[in-house]
Nanobody, 124 residues
Framework: QVQLAESGGGSVQAGGSLRLSCAAS????????MGWFRQAPGKEREFVAV????????YYSDSMKGRFTISRDNAKNTVYLQMNSLKPEDTAVYYC?????????????????WGQGTQVTVSP
């Protein structure tokens, strides 16, 4: 079992930045692929970014590429999502997820564990 807890959400004006954190416990964190997803009001949950277990490989949704950066600190059992140049359309609940496989997964069904989510609100 893996427990995930997101933090760092909040309200920010367009153009601002936030850094989300996701702390993991319950299983060797360094073996997990970690991803971030988000769900805006009235929309399906969508893929944001993923990072390989070692941190050496990452992959982003096209709409976040260049603005968001995923990283991890295996010594702290934590994955981060640095979000810059935020736009109102980035408003959503952001979820971290963990997969026991080693791939760079973009499908939600590839992930085995999910956090409760953290709200990000970007005002114009």
């Amino acid at each position: 079992q893996v427990q995930l807890a997101e933090s760092g959400g909040g309200s920010v004006q367009a153009g601002g930045s936030l850094r989300l954190s996701c702390a993991a416990s319950g299983r060797t964190f360094s073996t997990l692929t970690m991803g971030w997803f988000r769900q805006a009001p009235g929309k399906e949950r969508e893929f944001v970014a993923v990072i390989q277990w070692s941190g050496s490989s990452t992959y982003y949704s096209d709409s976040m590429k260049g603005r968001f950066t995923i990283s991890r600190d295996n010594a702290k059992n934590t994955v981060y999502l640095q979000m810059n140049s935020l736009k109102p359309e980035d408003t959503a609940v952001y979820y971290c997820a963990a997969a026991t496989g080693r791939g760079l997964y973009v499908m939600q069904t590839s992930y085995d564990y999910w956090g409760q989510g953290t709200q990000v609100t970007v005002s114009p």
